[in-house]
């Protein structure tokens, strides 16, 4: 929680997004379908911080599966080996895991992933950029796979009035591109209250080929 903060307010509120990690209730929701599948299973994580959903899903990984990590912020990349990655490897040197630094607009991943949870800060980010990371993101995942994000709930309508009329345009159009891609993918998206602030899981399942 402190390195998140120190570490998370030193790179920027805007490129961080969040005044807390996500709590363990969060991090169940985003991980329950990675939890009931099963495998062999790639999973891509993007911008998963100090690692508060990182070792959710570190648990449920086995022999067989593997797993990638995009993140922007090089300090929390440390935290991330440090207390998480490299003492995966040390148990289980039969996973691949590979924590790529950098942005995942950048980064070059080969597609085909069976999960893709992501925690980026879309609200803060131009609509323009936040529709092209969704693009690449749903085309990273196989297809009959999942994309998770989440969204904090009623953020938006409460930043909405205080915000000045650019602002207020650029949150109704980030609000527009998710529930068009809702609308045009298979979705579900769970309420989690005990978060702070609350928020939705929301889950993405891309068209079978
Ligand atoms: C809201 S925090 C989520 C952290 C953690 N997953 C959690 O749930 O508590 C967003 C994370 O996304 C990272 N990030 C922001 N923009 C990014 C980008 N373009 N590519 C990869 N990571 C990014 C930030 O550095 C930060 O760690």
Do not use: W
Request: include cysteine; proline fraction near 6%.
């Amino acid at each position: 929680m402190l390195d998140f903060l120190r570490h998370g307010l030193m790179k920027g509120a805007r490129q961080t997004g969040a005044i807390a990690p996500s709590g363990a209730a969060l991090a169940r929701a985003m991980t329950a379908s990675l939890r009931a599948a099963r495998g062999p299973r790639r999973v891509l994580e993007v911008g998963p911080g100090t690692g508060a959903v990182t070792g959710h899903i570190l648990r449920e990984l086995r022999g067989g599966d593997s797993f990638d990590l995009v993140e922007l912020n090089a300090e929390f990349c440390r935290i991330l080996e440090g207390r998480y990655l490299a003492p995966f490897r040390g148990r289980l040197p039969q996973v691949p895991v590979c924590l790529f630094e950098g942005a995942v607009e950048d980064v070059e991943l080969e597609s085909g992933y069976d999960f893709v949870l992501c925690a980026l800060p879309f609200n803060n980010f131009s609509p323009t950029l936040m529709r092209s990371i969704l693009r690449r993101l749903i085309k990273l995942t196989r297809p009959g796979g999942e994309l998770c994000f989440f969204e904090y709930a009623l953020l938006r309508s409460i930043k909405s009035p205080l915000a000045s009329r650019a602002a207020r345009e650029r949150i109704r159009r980030i609000d527009a591109t998710v529930r068009a891609l809702r609308r045009r993918l298979v979705s579900d998206r769970e309420l989690v209250l005990r978060n702070v602030p609350p928020a939705y899981a929301v889950r993405l399942r891309t068209p079978a080929a």
